[in-house]
């Protein structure tokens, strides 16, 4: 098992910055990654990387604007959310998965979500 807490969700106007943090724990994983869902949407990639933090993917949605990070010490994960804008509004999840990929059906533990939105 894995346990995923994420947290830095809130209310934010369009232009403005969040950081999102994804606290793991429990069994090794190859990467973690970032999914968002927008009410009556699927949940889609955001970003992901492998646990050493070599690799490190976007939708091209987020590319440029967000950059996914890790610190060591303490098994964090984050998501430095820059100019935001009203699409980027979801529930933003933190999930692992033994590979490194983009695909929903590949992350198999899953945090309960934080939202985020983004008003014009």
């Known amino acids: 098992q894995v346990q995923l807490v994420e947290s830095g969700g809130g209310l934010v106007q369009t232009g403005d910055s969040l950081r999102l943090s994804c606290v793991a724990s429990?069994?090794?994983?190859?990467?973690i990654g970032w999914f968002r869902q927008a009410p009556g949407k699927e949940r889609e990639f955001v970003s992901t990387?492998?646990?050493?933090?070599?690799?490190?993917l976007y939708a091209d949605s987020v590319k440029g604007r967000f950059v996914i990070s890790r610190d060591n010490r303490d098994n964090t994960v984050y998501l430095q959310m820059n100019r935001l804008k009203p699409e980027d509004t979801a529930v933003y999840y933190c999930?692992?998965?033994?590979?490194?990929?983009?695909?929903?059906?590949?992350?198999?533990?899953w945090g309960q979500g934080t939202q985020v939105t983004v008003s014009s």
């Open positions: 429990g069994r090794t994983f190859a990467s």
């Open positions: 990387m492998n646990w050493r933090g070599a690799i490190k």
């Open positions: 999930g692992t998965s033994q590979d490194i990929p983009r695909a929903l059906g590949a992350y198999n533990f």
